[in-house]
């Protein structure tokens, strides 16, 4: 009987310190937030928003800068975050190209709105500056054929770095704790 106390025991604390580990993970995933503005100001590292926030930058924050690009930009070898809808035919359609100087998180995975994101390499693109483009990209060993309308916003992003982040520039911060672990600035 005394045993089984003990057991009853310990599997509380144990049940206890499951809850308490998790809320205090829902706490750090709470914590990290998204801030977004134009910078009003810059001074000792740290950034001011037109709405007031502010958020620490350094040495280990991540700069991406982010300019507006056309079909033509979109040529073999490079890496592209496209979103888009599948079509009856197979291909797809894609509203959304983000073309980036790093690759390595090829996938293919559908979003929450109907959309399917794909991360890959073009391979081959055939590109009118009237109709668009059509691609040929590969992800983990797989093909797909994206067609790329004139209305498709696409977007080059390159990295920069702390001093690009100037007054006037539209920003979007990844911040835990005042401390923005990355920044995408522009588009």
């Known amino acids: 009987m005394v045993f089984a106390r003990r057991i009853f025991v310990l599997a ?3 049940s206890a310190f499951a809850v308490l580990a998790a809320l205090l993970i829902t706490a750090q995933v709470a914590a990290a937030q998204r801030a977004s ?3 009003s100001s810059v001074a000792d590292g740290v950034v001011w928003l037109d709405d007031g926030t502010s958020f620490a930058v350094g040495d280990a924050t991540r700069v ?3 300019t507006p690009a056309t ?3 979109l040529q073999p070898g490079r890496y592209v975050a496209i979103t888009a809808q599948r079509m009856q035919d197979g291909t797809l359609l894609a509203s959304i190209v983000n073309i980036s100087p790093n690759g390595g998180n090829e996938r293919q995975s559908p979003m929450g709105d109907g959309n399917i994101m794909t991360n890959a390499n073009i391979d081959e693109a055939v590109i009118d500056q009237v109709v668009g483009g059509i691609l040929m990209v590969t992800f983990l060993g797989q093909m797909d054929h994206v067609v790329v309308p004139p209305t498709a916003q696409i977007v080059m992003r390159t990295d920069g770095s702390i001093d690009d982040i100037q007054p006037g520039v539209r920003i979007s ?3 835990a704790d005042g401390m923005a672990s990355s920044v995408t600035l522009g588009a």
Request: no cysteine; net charge negative; glycine share 6%.
């Open 37 to 39: 503005g134009i910078v």
């Open 12 to 14: 509380r604390a144990t």
């Open 173 to 175: 911060a990844n911040v």
């Open 64 to 66: 991406t800068v982010s």
């Open 71 to 73: 079909v033509e930009d």
